[in-house]
């Protein structure tokens, strides 16, 4: 399986349409690939909280619209990163998109987990509820977005769902990009499958982004890794090596906690 992920640079002196416009020919670009991956929230920056209401869209409003074209014309599975939605309910969710190589919807999935601690994202955007995976023709993804890498318990359930590639699309500030790299491949190891985590380049609002997307093997191993500025990130996946590490090496099997109820013992 060959996947790519667009580590598109997000800067302010480029419009949303611009930008969108310029996603959607890279997207093209990558026809041949299995997957494509954009970051999270390319269309207004991750950190630039005060576009946030403004570019807010529908699930299929125009970023669906120009995405869904791209993934047609170049025949891959896209995961288009996220997008401001706007709910039905009215709120602000940070949505991810995944499309068919037919560019229809094959799932969308809003951030379960948000950051900001009490002040942006955390209270600008409503929380997902539900862990999403999307079934490929030779493996099954596990959705995941940016903050989310830090809460393993996730991952887990991802895992329990089939998954065995995770995709991670993120807008990581620069001045923890050690975390990102060291969290992408503690979710390898532990859950024994393939991280694709795609970043953004560039600066939002004020925040230098961390760039260096990864892929990481089920082993932990980075197989690629972008620098700072924009870039494709292009590695080939082998998606029969997770079933092959989690026989070499069945951990998974020996796991305790999280698969029953807790067992309350009778008061003394």
């Not at 996603?23 to 670009?29: D, F, N, Q, T, W």
């Not at 999270?40 to 619209?65: H, I, M, N, Q, V």
């Not at 229809?104 to 601690?117: E, N, T, V």
Request: some cysteine; charged content about 25%; hydrophobic content about 45%.
């Amino acid at each position: 399986m060959r996947a790519s992920l667009i580590q598109i640079a997000v800067n302010e002196d480029e419009t949303v349409e611009a930008r969108r416009l310029r996603a959607a020919a890279l997207v093209r670009e990558q026809a041949g690939a299995d997957l494509v991956v954009l970051p999270e929230l390319w269309t207004t920056g991750a950190f630039a909280f005060d576009a946030f209401d403004a570019a807010a869209e529908p699930l299929r409003g125009p970023t669906y619209e120009a995405m869904a074209k791209a993934a047609g014309d170049a025949g891959v599975w896209l995961h288009a990163g996220s997008v401001p939605e706007r709910g039905a309910d009215g709120r602000l969710y940070n949505t991810s998109l995944v499309l068919s190589p037919s560019g229809d919807l094959a799932a969308s999935y809003r951030k379960i987990h948000r950051f900001g601690f009490d002040k942006g994202e955390a209270v600008l955007m409503g929380a997902g509820r539900e862990p999403v995976t999307v079934r490929l023709a030779d493996t099954t993804l596990g959705v995941a977005t940016c903050y989310d890498l830090r809460f393993p318990e996730l991952f887990r359930s991802l895992v329990d769902e089939g998954a065995e590639v995770l995709v991670v699309p993120a807008g990581w500030p620069e001045r923890r990009r050690s975390h990102w790299t060291l969290l992408a491949r503690a979710r390898a190891v532990e859950n024994q499958a393939f991280v694709l985590a795609c970043g953004t380049a560039g600066t939002h609002a004020g925040v230098p982004q961390a760039g260096h997307s990864i892929v990481v093997d089920p082993w932990g191993e980075v197989l690629a890794e972008a620098g700072a500025d924009e870039e494709v990130l292009t590695v080939d996946l082998d998606p029969a090596k997770v079933a092959r590490t989690r026989e070499q090496f069945p951990a998974l099997k020996d796991r305790v906690l999280g698969l029953e109820p807790p067992r309350t013992e009778p008061a003394v």
